[in-house]
């Protein structure tokens, strides 16, 4: 009697795994470079690049994939049962590297006031000439200077990059602006927009490598001189 209920359950067993092992193979989903995120008809999967993924083409007859990673354009990928990736058990997708990320650098000013209290030992004249040279080293296009009130804003300093997802302007723009005269503060600004048809424009998180150099240069020598 043991020994039948000992069969009975061995075979149960192999019944439940046999049932849990079906279904559709996973396909391997890579990317070029690896570590991209990627969002499976608009649900996105919790591990990044590579990552294993079971397509159930008995549900439905594809599947759109959007991946997406810092420095590189997000690109969209379909899959469907005719994918001839899928019979050698992997897909391998290409990211294309954004040529406005490789210009650019992240700065605690883009899009966002930073507040500078100004050595003691500058006055107000000597901290306006640094800002001044700072600008004027990396860009002739100052729009406005006012001594009096302490504002300087340069013209935008556009860019154009021409990619295989089309053409993109990125353009930006310095503004600092007198706080406070006692004690002598100043706050800054590098407004970063991205536009692709010149017309609409949008906040970019990064600016230009010499307006985040020039940045740096005015708050540095502001508080340390």
Not at 143 to 159: A, M, R
């Amino acid at each position: 009697m043991f020994k039948k209920i000992m069969n009975f359950g061995l075979l149960l067993s192999a019944f439940i795994i046999s049932g849990c092992a079906s279904g559709p193979p996973h396909t391997e989903i890579r990317t070029n470079p690896p570590g991209a995120t990627v969002a499976i008809d608009g649900m996105k999967e919790q591990q990044v690049t590579p990552l294993l993924y079971p397509f159930d083409f008995s549900k439905k007859s594809k599947y759109v994939l959007l991946l997406s990673k810092e420095g590189f354009f997000e690109q969209e990928y379909l899959v469907d049962r005719d994918n001839p990736s899928l019979n050698k058990g992997g897909i391998s997708i290409d990211l294309t590297p954004s040529p406005l990320w490789e210009a650019t650098k992240t700065s605690p000013a883009t899009n966002n006031w930073v507040q500078i209290l100004v050595g003691t030992n500058l006055d107000a004249k000597a901290a306006w000439q640094i800002m001044i040279d700072a600008v004027i080293k990396r860009s002739s296009n100052v729009k406005e200077l006012n001594y009096e009130s302490g504002y300087l804003q340069t013209k935008y300093t556009v860019k154009k990059f021409d990619t295989k997802n089309g053409e993109f302007l990125l353009r930006c723009q310095l503004i600092a602006t007198l706080v406070s005269s006692e004690p002598l503060i100043y706050r800054i600004k590098d407004v970063a927009e991205w536009s692709g048809n010149g017309v609409q424009w949008h906040p970019y998180n990064r600016i230009f490598t010499e307006h985040a150099e020039m940045i740096t240069e005015i708050e540095d020598r502001l508080r340390n001189n």
